[in-house]
């Protein structure tokens, strides 16, 4: 087996260079953020500092998948095809501009926002994404990674170092949902340390939820909306809508099938995007309960990501909202919203399709953005939560 392309960085002078150019202003202080009405504050502040700049005269595309490992390090994965030339000016042949060139795909970085490692990218023995989307740290210490391009059949999964350990399923012409040898554009992955299984959200193609051996990637199960087995239109995927969903809800999960969240009392929660709902299910497969999000939300949808909060009865779901550009709190019980924060917008604290969402032990909120947001930030939890 072959090695991923890995960079290893170093931590001195990471506060000095962003693509090249030394900065001499101090960091900013935190900023409190707004509720999304505008008329409370959120218990969350955003740190303006978090990450540090980068060093290599990098730049960071479209993050496609946030998490947080036991150590609160943050990894992510961003696209570095997102980036437009003028972006990736430097990386040109011959170069346009002293800045930028596109970061490596898989970034780890410490709570206080210093680039550790990044790798990542195509090797020999994998098939790796045409467009990357999602990532998880299991409990074992292995990195896994969606694929979501029009041809990603695929999830892989690597060592922290970024040495390849193993690909399940194929790139390749899509199928359907039936089909238990590959994915369809999977959104998310999670795994299972009890069971050793990884629940794939899958995805962008398919309607599915479908769960593999952690270890052989040998099938187990899979279902559709409330539990059914899950239907295809054979239709391309609809991954917009000009109206709101009907109601009542759709009997199957729309496109894409955004993703699935594990809880510690055995419930997984997946984001029916375009549908504008959480369902929620046991591990089997058993519909439970499921929640409408800003209902009335059209184009591509309210649940976009879920972390679930870390205290003892993890009581609370953060949703990332990237077409409301929102992070919803909701109470886990009952899918009552507790508060929320962020508003669409360019500054610090804003979102632009905020896309991702994780959360350390400490209750501290993380979030990537795609489309042209192309960012990560930080939000610290300076209050309580409601």
């Not at 899509?174 to 899958?202: C, H, K, L, M, W």
């Not at 909120?365 to 409601?386: C, H, I, M, N, W």
Request: charged share 20%.
């Amino acid at each position: 087996m072959r090695t991923a392309p890995t960079v290893a960085v170093l931590a001195a002078g990471l506060s000095l260079v962003v693509c090249g150019c030394a900065s001499a202003h101090p960091a900013p202080e935190p900023q409190q953020s707004a509720a999304a009405d505008g008329g409370t504050s959120s218990p969350f502040t955003v740190d303006s500092a978090w990450p540090k700049p980068l060093p290599n005269n990098w730049i960071m595309g479209q993050v496609a998948g946030i998490a947080v490992d036991e150590r609160d390090h943050v990894w992510l994965v961003q696209r570095p095809k997102s980036l437009t030339d003028d972006e990736r000016g430097a990386a040109l042949q011959p170069p346009v501009s002293r800045c930028c060139i596109p970061a490596p795909p898989v970034m780890e970085f410490d709570a206080d926002g210093t680039l550790l490692h990044a790798w990542g990218g195509p090797g020999q023995g994998y098939d790796w994404p045409q467009s990357e989307h999602g990532i998880f740290l299991d409990a074992a210490g292995f990195v896994w990674i969606g694929a979501n391009g029009e041809d990603d059949g695929q999830i892989l999964k690597f060592t922290r170092e970024g040495k390849f350990v193993a690909q399940f399923g194929k790139s390749g012409p899509q199928t359907n949902s039936a089909d238990t040898t590959r994915f369809g554009r999977a959104a998310s992955i999670e795994v299972d340390p009890a069971a050793n299984e990884v629940y794939v959200a899958d995805g962008y193609y398919n309607h599915r939820v479908i769960v593999v051996d952690a270890k052989t990637g040998a099938y187990k199960r899979h279902w559709g909306a409330y539990g059914n087995p899950p239907r295809d239109s054979g239709e391309k995927p609809v991954l917009s809508r000009s109206t709101p969903p009907p109601s009542p809800p759709p009997q199957d999960f729309g496109n894409p099938v955004h993703c699935a969240r594990l809880s510690h009392d055995g419930l997984v929660y997946v984001c029916d995007r375009i549908n504008n709902r959480i369902q929620v299910f046991r591990k089997d497969g058993r519909f439970v309960n499921e929640f409408l999000v800003a209902p009335q939300t059209a184009a591509n949808g309210s649940t976009w990501d879920i972390a679930i909060s870390r205290d003892p009865a993890q009581r609370y779901l953060l949703l990332a909202d990237g077409r409301n550009n929102e992070i919803h709190i909701l109470r886990r019980d009952t899918g009552e919203e507790a508060t929320s924060f962020g508003r669409p917008g360019r500054s610090v604290g804003n979102f632009h399709w905020v896309h991702d969402i994780a959360v350390d032990s400490k209750g501290n909120v993380y979030t990537g953005e795609v489309d042209t947001g192309k960012r990560a930030q930080k939000f610290v939890l300076s209050g309580k939560l409601p």
